[in-house]
């Protein structure tokens, strides 16, 4: 198989709809509208000049920035990648680095989760990066090699033990079950949270592909307005409904910090029957 990057865009849209679902102690369910990009890499250049309306590392009215991701120091996220797949002694020269994540609106944006899908030169996928963002600043990659008998019929199943305090509502000690059907015409994801007893909380994304171009965001301007700054809200507006459903408050660690730079030697992904039997 030949690396098929070079025939795509450097960068395309994502529309499509989020879930979240709290199973327990009380069920919350949620669901809102977004727009996600899909950017190559090792293309930014390309990228930067695909419409007027977006712009790569600089401003425009949706825009990507490489510090917001990785070490979140404005340097090359291809490398962080790559660094990454090496701690892991995967290879990634040749292949291909795109990352799915929700770009800047004017100048602002909050990735509560951002996915690097990392392809060897051959073209097969390797290695996914799960980066998870809290609302304290905070920011931690679970770095997930694809392992053998993780490909299933109904996406690629992975498994990763919680490593980082995200929620005020849910405990650390929990584990989370990654399904993901990686970019195409559509792009899927879901994500469930479990402790000892079982399910707790269920999030998903699914999305439709299309070109990034100056009208496709202009449509998403006036159709999904201010849609950046409404994930950041409705994060604490859901967080609100669940207190007062009566959800336990779960304090963060005191000198809790992210870690912004590789995955710790912790943070690995297992698969099981039992898993793959869901």
């Known amino acids: 198989m030949t690396d098929t990057s ?67 120091d404005g340097s090359s996220l291809r490398a962080y990648a ?45 290695l996914i990066i799960y980066e998870v963002r809290n609302t304290f600043g905070d920011i931690h990659p679970y770095v997930l090699p694809i392992r053998a008998g993780e490909h299933t019929a109904s996406g690629i199943r992975q498994i990763q033990d919680k490593l980082f305090y995200v929620s005020p509502f849910i ?41 990034l171009t100056s009208r496709a965001l202009l449509r998403s301007f006036f159709g999904l307005p201010l849609v950046t700054f409404k994930i950041m809200a409705a994060i604490y507006w859901e967080a609100l409904r669940l207190w007062l459903k009566g959800a336990r408050f779960v304090p963060r660690p005191s000198g809790h910090a992210g870690n912004t730079g590789l995955a710790s030697e912790q943070s690995r992904a297992y698969i ?3 898993s793959l039997a869901r």
């Open 82 to 126: 790559q660094r990454c797949a090496a701690a892991h002694g995967i290879d990634l020269i040749g292949g291909r680095v795109e990352l799915l994540c929700y770009p800047r609106l004017l100048g602002y944006a909050f990735n509560p989760l951002s996915v690097y899908f990392c392809y060897r030169a051959d073209g097969a996928l390797a």
């Open 171 to 211: 405990e650390t000690a929990m584990r989370y079950h990654f399904r993901v059907s990686p970019p195409a015409d559509v792009v899927k994801l879901r994500i469930l949270e479990t402790d000892a007893d079982g399910p707790l909380l269920a999030a998903t994304f699914h999305g439709r592909r299309g070109p």
């Open 272 to 274: 099981s029957a039992k």
């Open 6 to 72: 070079m025939t795509k865009a450097p960068a395309a849209l994502y529309f499509g709809k989020v879930m979240h679902a709290r199973l327990k102690p009380m069920g919350h369910r949620f669901t809102y509208r977004v727009m996600s990009l899909l950017i190559d890499l090792d293309r930014l250049d390309d990228a930067d000049r695909t419409a007027r309306l977006f712009g790569v590392n600089r401003a425009a009215l949706y825009s990507f920035h490489e510090k917001d991701h990785g070490e979140r």
